[in-house]
């Protein structure tokens, strides 16, 4: 009898732990992106970019002009997953411009993920800072910007330490436009959540760039907590904990007409720079947490 009882109590602290863990998971809400597979993801790429890049559609020895690489082609293993034991790790190479993307769209939510720099570079960007982004709320076919590559979108910047920025900061990929609290210095508009509300993005006066509050990224070989929220049409850039972007009024041209761009794909640039991302995680939300209101009063 006391051996049938100790089986049948050790069966339901399984049953318990089971139920709490589900309970659990069910209650973050959190799905994760990121598997061995790239399951979640398709892909584009577009060009090997040399530094004579001007904008124009790059030509061969001959004077003709190159097709992108295209979809889902994965060339040179751009893209790659390594295991940590069990956990994955994209490799971004860098070596050719483009892009993983998600194949579903999203709308209201929190992105986390983390990320850190390699070591490789390439051209045009060999004597500049390692470069990505993550390109959200993202329509439309990929090549819809000056490099030809990505689809029209906002892009919170991912970049390493150095002189062109930090990241967190915001450049308008294609037709897209938003609101930011900003004071313009010297050389550059940068967020300011004491400031006024300005238009930053395509045929603004203020042009297609914001810098970030502050440079918080950690050392080199160490991992970023990156996280984006995105509720409406407001989003948070929030770098290791802190915010340093908050945006409103997320929204694009179409054939000269000012639409709300709220929702879309997230991609994951592949930008002459080799960078490593892991624990790619989502959540939906149902309003802004209040604890980030302060960014929008």
Known sequence: MKNILSKLSYLLLVALFISCGSKEQKETGWTSLLDKDL??????????????????????????????????????????????????????????YGCVFTKESYRNYHLRLKMKWGNQKWEPRLNKSLDSGILYHSIGECGADYWRTWMTSHEFQLIETGTEGSSGDYWCIGQTQMDVRARKDSSRVVFDNT???????VNSPNGYYCAAKGTIERPKDDWNDIELICYESKSLHIVNGNVVMALSNLRYLNNGETKPLVEGKIQLQSEAGEVFYKDIEIKKIKELPAEYQQYFN
């Open 195 to 201: 400031a006024s509300l300005i238009p930053i993005g």
């Open 39 to 96: 399951s979640k993801w398709d892909m584009y790429l577009s060009y090997e970019m040399k530094d004579n890049y001007n904008g124009s559609v790059p030509l061969d020895p001959n004077g003709d002009t190159i097709k992108p690489i295209g979809y889902n082609n994965n060339y040179k293993n751009v893209f790659t997953v390594i295991q940590d034991g069990d956990k994955p790790i994209l490799k971004v190479s860098g070596e050719v």
